[in-house]
């Protein structure tokens, strides 16, 4: 029998650490936006859906098994217009408002700072709290970080003290706008860049609370919007390094097939369709690379942290669901979309801290879907669950040596991605084959640390466009892989068409 030709052969030396890939990448994302908090995270404390103080306790559960680092929280575009003021004291004394951005629907503030807190502990994580600089104040920023981070005697404090909360919350993400150039106000670079460094100055750090405030920044490949918040971010003012005012400066990126209105079908594709969104994934990589050289320019020390704080697949909204709820079904191509993504953080995880999936709950690539009382997890959840051993890990480089490429839409692209870290004595693999319908063979050969044992799961479907249903939870599930054998420091894996692979690799001594 003639061995097949591997469709990716590559070194990786396991004595080499490099940049630690921190677990920040792993981020998560709830904006008030169709279901994803009213129906998804929030159901009230009334509710015969099980909760704890409102807080639907079946989405904590199934959240909590993939250690979410942070929570960006309460856009996006709803950021932009939300007044926080409201959202805290007696909920049913909570001014209403109009959700303009999204299905034009009533906002009854019912879960607000309190709420999103109280959130954030029973998930064990961050918070990431993006302010609104479009339709709000400096002052109205400044009190919300009074509010949520300062002891003692202060107006903020006291009126938090009055809403039930005695001790101050810790909070180090800060967001600073949204989509500037969009919905968070339609201005231009040279019009924003000041606006953020004037709202960082009064998003203080009160106490030991050190905030971490990152810029909202730019689109996909817009390079000039970085270069020019960059240039606005690193230049003096008087004796003072600017570079203590922002800690990131962020980006966004979406995967879609089609256009912009008609993005494409979560579960129905062509092959086409499924390669077109492979190569749109791929361009993640290029594109925090771009980001990142323009930052090196302006900061060559890497002082500055580039956010990918959305990014995800955006289809087609489910047929008969409201359109301004972004809710979406999600496919084993989803998972195969959000692994590609997380080879090309962990490649670059000396410049991109931080990362944020468009979003957990019932919105565009979420991690569970919730229909009244039940609950489904998605693919792209196994995949934030199996990729957990990276967290804080340090990247390995994989040095790709011959990799098997296929033209997409006049571009080439690999058709498998893989990725590597070590910690505590034992490498996490990762390695995806983007095709969907023919296993690759991968050959890897591992130098520096002797691999005293190799075990692994995969995530598969029987097709590309399997997904999860309520009635169907368990189609894509991960499961034990022994597709893997390993002699001296040779690595050789048949990975199953269009699957996600992770390894487990106990090093010596
Ligand atoms: O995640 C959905 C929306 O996508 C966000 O509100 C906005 O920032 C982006 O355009």
Redesign the pocket.
């Known amino acids: 029998m003639t061995e097949p030709t591997a469709a990716l052969s590559a070194v990786i030396d396991l004595d080499v650490p490099g940049p630690t890939i921190s677990r920040h990448l792993y981020g998560h994302?709830a904006?008030h936006?169709g279901r994803c908090i009213y129906g998804g995270f929030w159901v009230g404390e009334d509710s015969p859906i099980p909760n704890e103080g409102g807080i639907r306790a079946d989405v904590v559960e199934a959240l909590r098994a993939l250690d979410i680092p942070n929570l960006r929280w309460p856009?996006?575009?709803?950021a932009d217009e939300y007044h926080w003021s409201d959202g805290i004291g007696p909920r049913a004394d909570r001014p209403r408002m109009i959700n303009t951005?999204?299905g034009d629907v009533e906002e009854n503030n019912h879960f607000g700072t309190h709420e999103f807190m109280a959130l954030c502990e029973l998930l064990g994580t961050e918070p990431y709290v993006s302010s609104n600089v479009g339709s709000g104040s400096v002052r109205e920023a400044s009190d919300w970080v009074e509010y949520l981070t300062r002891d003692g005697d202060s107006p903020m404090a006291r009126l938090r003290r009055e809403n039930g909360r005695d001790e101050p919350w810790k909070v180090r993400f800060w967001g600073v706008g949204?989509?500037p150039w969009?919905?968070?106000g339609n201005l231009r670079a040279e019009q924003f860049a000041p606006l953020a460094r004037q709202y960082a100055t009064y998003a203080r750090n009160h106490g030991g609370n050190e905030l971490y405030r990152i810029a909202a920044g730019a689109s996909d490949d817009d390079y000039q919007w970085t270069a020019t918040l960059m240039k606005e971010v690193t230049s003096r003012l008087g004796d003072r390094d600017p570079r203590d005012l922002f800690q990131a400066v962020s980006f966004?990126y979406?995967t879609f097939t089609g256009e912009w209105s008609d993005k494409g079908s979560a579960t129905s594709f062509t092959r086409d369709e499924h390669w077109t969104a492979m190569s749109r994934a791929l361009r993640v990589r290029q594109y925090i690379a771009g980001h990142a050289a323009v930052m090196d320019a302006y900061d060559p020390t890497k002082k500055i942290g580039l956010a990918l704080d959305?990014w995800g697949t955006?289809w087609n909204v489910e047929p008969g669901t409201n359109p301004g709820f972004?809710y979406q079904q999600n496919a084993m191509r989803d998972a195969l979309v959000a692994a590609v993504h997380f080879d090309a953080f962990h490649d670059h995880a000396d410049r991109l801290r931080l990362a944020n999936i468009?979003?957990t709950v019932n919105?565009?690539q979420a991690m569970v879907l919730t229909d009244e009382d039940r609950l489904v997890l998605t693919p792209t959840y196994h995949v934030f669950e199996m990729n957990r051993p990276h967290h804080d890990a340090q990247a390995l480089a994989v040095r790709v040596r011959d990799r098997a490429e296929r033209e997409v839409d006049g571009a080439s692209i690999p058709t498998v991605s893989a990725s590597a870290s070590v910690k505590d004595g034992r490498v996490a693999l990762s390695v995806t084959n983007l095709d969907p319908d023919a296993s690759a063979r991968v050959e890897l050969d591992l130098r520096g640390r002797d691999v005293t044992a190799v075990s692994g799961r995969v995530l598969a479907g029987a097709d590309v466009a399997d997904h999860n249903t309520f009635d169907g939870p368990t189609t894509v599930a991960p499961r034990a892989f022994d597709g893997a054998t390993l002699e001296g420091g040779r690595l050789v894996l048949d990975v199953p068409a269009g699957a996600f692979v992770v390894l487990d690799l106990a090093l010596a001594g």
């Open positions: 994302f904006e936006l856009g996006g575009c709803f951005h999204w949204n989509e969009g919905c968070g966004h979406y959305e955006w972004l468009a979003q919105v565009l």
